[in-house]
């Protein structure tokens, strides 16, 4: 499709086990990003790749949590011993390295 | 830094009547503002975007917003309800050219 797509949809795990969120952008776009959306909260930024250069890790909250982009397109998020907090809607986006961001429609992620 | 505040996190109103979204916002220079709208179970949508050029801006689906230097506002506006409008809507400030800062979100709900 035209849009960026992320992977699985809903993803329901037990506590302490590692889950790993796909994110495929728009092809061509240079720049994706990876934000969480946690219930009655805002966007929070995560992590940021810019072509070749080294991703911005500034808003990972621990080490639990990685990122990697293969081949300067698709994108996986990982998080590895998932706790209860870590539930929310993460959420890729993909842009031509301006303002202007488009968004997956994210993966529900719930930890029990 | 910059940063910004929704001042409502709820907004409720009838069909037909005009809606009024704040947004205030911090910035330390002239800054880059947006309108994202995130429908259930979708994914976010661009609904307008302010970058100096004129400070009254048009989105899509008849919404538009008034960005004010003085007042350090960029209020969503939109005439007249519909019921489609009912959504998550979220002011959001572009940072360090590349990074988006997101509002916590006001839940419009509309009544017949």
């Known amino acids: 499709g035209a849009g960026v797509s992320q992977s699985p949809s809903n993803k329901v795990t037990e506590k302490g086990k590692d889950v790993e969120l796909r994110c495929d952008p728009i092809?061509?776009?240079?720049?994706l990003y990876w934000y969480r959306q946690s219930l009655g909260q805002g966007l929070e930024f995560l992590i940021y790749?810019?072509?070749?250069?080294?991703?911005?890790k500034s808003g990972l909250p621990s080490d639990r949590f990685s990122a990697e982009r293969t081949g300067g397109s698709v994108s996986t998020l990982t998080i590895q011993r998932t706790q209860q907090e870590d539930s929310a809607v993460y959420l890729c986006a993909s842009s031509l390295g301006g303002e202007l961001q488009f968004f997956g429609p994210g993966t529900r992620l719930t930890v029990l | 830094a910059q940063s910004v505040t929704q001042l409502d996190s709820h907004v409720s109103v009838s069909e037909g009547t005009p809606v009024l979204l704040r947004c205030n916002y911090s910035s330390s220079y002239s800054p880059s503002l947006f309108w994202y709208v995130q429908h259930p179970n979708k994914g976010l949508q661009l609904l307008l975007k302010y970058t100096s050029a004129a400070t009254l801006v048009k989105g899509i689906n008849g919404f538009e917003a008034e960005f004010k230097k003085s007042e350090t506002s960029f209020h969503l506006t939109k005439p007249s309800a519909h019921m489609s409008d009912a959504a998550e809507y979220f002011c959001v400030v572009l940072y360090n050219t590349d990074k988006l800062i997101f509002g916590t979100g006001t839940r419009l709900q509309v009544f017949p």
């Open positions: 092809s061509g776009h240079t720049a």
């Open positions: 790749f810019q072509g070749n250069s080294a991703p911005d």
